[in-house]
């Protein structure tokens, strides 16, 4: 059941997006504009000397900002949904991107790039994912909406553009949900437990920039610290994008985004779970449609 809603929800993503792209906006208090993005890589080999493995991946990515602005207020929402699959031989597929995020900062002007604000964040994954041991067979690590993170607080923020800005919250809750049995654990639930209660401090900022013609940077970074237990240790989500255009609708995307969180537990060499740095990296050429 868990998956035909999370299908559901990223094919109801798709449809609102064709949908956006065919209807013009005519209240100019509104900007939206977002891109789909289909990226695919291929590797073959035959006889190759130096010996290689056959790959194949494909990755979709909808990644859209509706933006109010009125007097004094403002309103900036993110939707981003993002799916890909790998092959290789012998192997099977494989899921190598898996993120729904979602992103809004309420705000009122208090003087010029500077706002009172209240933002809300939520992030979780569509399918399940493994882990794959070299003995074989594989164990369930994640599953939709295990985990999915919640947080809101009220803050101040600086916004010279849609391009760089920041949002500072000192009173945050955060919460932990996840729904799948034996795996609370892994993301620092009691046994038992379906959720988790943080209160902290958090800090979002975002930068974009064209260094080149046709080719820009993005940084998001986002910080957050739990008063209730280790305050020191600040859980870091950094993501940073390279886009290259080669024309209206081809570009080649790279990106790489790093988290540190003290509560997920990964298994090392040794067998043992133990806090450590994700990594995840993704490169390809594909298609992109803006609007």
Known sequence: MKKILLLSTFILCL??????QETPVSDSTWKIHGENTFLINQST?????????????????LNYDFNYKKDKWSWDNKVLAGFGLTKQKDLGWRK???????NSLLGYQMKPRWMYTFFMNFNTQFASGYEYPAEGGRNLISAGFSPAYLSFGPGIAYKESDNFRFNLSPASPRFVF??????????????????RLEFGASFDA??????VQNIGIENILRLYSNYLEDPKNVDVDYTLNLFMKVNRFVTVNAGVQMIYDDNTLIPNDEGREVAALQVRQIFGAGLTYKF
């Open 45 to 61: 080999f035959s006889n190759w000397a130096a010996g290689g493995i056959n790959s194949l991946s494909g990755n979709l990515v």
């Open 178 to 195: 996840v729904t799948k049995d034996g795996l609370g654990e892994r993301y620092g639930l009691d046994p038992g437990k379906k959720s």
């Open 96 to 102: 190598n991107d898996d993120r729904i995020v979602l």
């Open 206 to 211: 975002y930068y974009r920039k064209e260094i």
């Open 15 to 20: 449809m609102l997006s064709i949908k956006a």
